[in-house]
């Protein structure tokens, strides 16, 4: 009997924003973590992974040549400091694995441009400025492309995401119909069920919204970012209302169901103030962080090192991504 092929997990982080210094916590938010990070490392038990770095995402917008490469390191020392092992999970650059353009034209020859032109990014690209770039409207083609290229059966996503993978689901369904099933695999969406972390205004924790936590952030810094927490000005004495605030709805996604418990008991008893709660949640959380902090430290003073992960990733990425696109050159007819 054959074994049965383990199913495959495939999604890209792209590496935007600013140049962040390590020192001060570095680009990776705790959003970031609660939200992607840490379901996705939660997935590589039960999937072959791989997880990339999508730097020609990020040239849609980004224009800082040296912040870009700085974010790649970044994000590949954060994800290893937050438990990726490369052994385990084939993580590497998108750029280096260049077959992902042929790919893509070949995706672009079997798209409608109407397709493109109802693209959720796109439109609200151009809602902001007049004429976005040719990147935007293309960028579901690339992520189409980027998916296909690794046979992958899941991808998880954000709901945010989920119109880009219907694209591919459609592309690849599209190709095999005209070059015969079997010339890509068709990707199912696993849709995160990981909260929406809030950052201290209440507003979603993002970069946009200038809010967010540095998951790296020295301690100090740390608690001084939850101490910012709003709340209501009940008195100290009085008794409080856990469900619905936020310092305990976040509380709630961190600490385990009897600390959980112990913090709603403490607030209805009264004698214990949103400051005392804040504190608590600042000691869940840099319990959980602080051992990671000294790891990422330890990983992103040593680029040479980060590189070598990316360059066995990529060599191992290439592998397949060459297989598949031989696969489809030959269905096409360009071989
Ligand atoms: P930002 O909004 O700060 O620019 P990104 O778009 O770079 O964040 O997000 C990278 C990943 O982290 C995405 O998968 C996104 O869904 C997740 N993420 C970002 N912010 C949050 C948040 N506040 N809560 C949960 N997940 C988040
Ligand atoms: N578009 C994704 C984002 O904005 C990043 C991404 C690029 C991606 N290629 C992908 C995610 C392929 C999943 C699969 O976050």
């Excluded at 590496?15 to 705790?30: L, Q, R």
């Excluded at 730097?55 to 970044?74: F, K, S």
């Excluded at 590949?76 to 937050?82: N, V, Y």
């Excluded at 976005?132 to 409207?137: D, H, K, L, R, S």
């Amino acid at each position: 009997m054959t074994e049965q092929r383990r199913k495959v997990s495939l999604t890209g982080i792209k590496p935007t924003g600013e140049k962040a210094d390590p020192a001060t916590g570095g680009s990776m938010h705790f959003g970031n973590y609660l939200g992607a990070v840490r379901p996705a490392l939660a997935l590589v038990e039960r999937f072959d992974s791989l997880y990339f770095i999508a730097d020609y995402h990020a040239l849609t917008t980004q224009r800082d040549p040296e912040a870009l490469r700085d974010n790649v390191y970044d994000l590949t020392a954060g994800w290893m400091a937050c438990g990726l092992d490369p052994q385990q999970t084939l993580l590497y650059r998108q750029s280096d694995v260049i077959e992902v353009f042929e790919l893509t034209w070949i995706l672009a020859c079997i798209t409608a441009t109407g397709q493109l032109e109802r693209g959720h990014a796109y439109k609200d690209a151009q809602s902001k400025r007049d004429s976005p770039n040719a990147g935007i409207f293309n960028y579901p083609l690339l992520m189409a492309a980027d998916i296909l290229l690794y046979d992958c059966d899941v991808v998880p996503i954000g709901a945010d995401q989920k119109q880009h993978l219907e694209l591919a689901r459609d592309l690849a369904i599209r190709l095999n119909h005209l070059y015969g099933d079997g010339t890509v695999v068709v990707p199912e969406p696993l849709l995160s069920e990981a909260p929406v972390v809030p950052g201290h205004d209440g507003r979603k924790m993002s970069k946009s919204y200038g809010n967010t936590i540095p998951l790296f952030a020295p301690e100090k810094a740390l608690r001084k970012h939850f101490m910012k927490f709003t709340s209501d000005s009940t008195p100290l004495e009085e008794p409080k209302q856990a469900e619905g605030a936020l310092v305990y709805e976040l509380y709630k996604v961190v600490a385990s169901e009897d600390q959980a418990r112990a913090m709603v008991d403490k607030l209805a008893a009264g004698g214990y103030g949103w400051g005392h709660a804040k504190q608590d949640l600042f000691d869940a959380v840099n319990a959980q962080l602080a051992p990671l902090r000294e790891r990422y430290l330890e990983l992103r003073a040593d680029e040479p090192a980060l590189d070598r992960v990316l360059a066995d990733g990529a060599e191992r990425a290439r592998v397949i991504a060459q297989r598949t696109i031989g696969r489809v050159r030959a269905a096409v007819g360009i071989d």
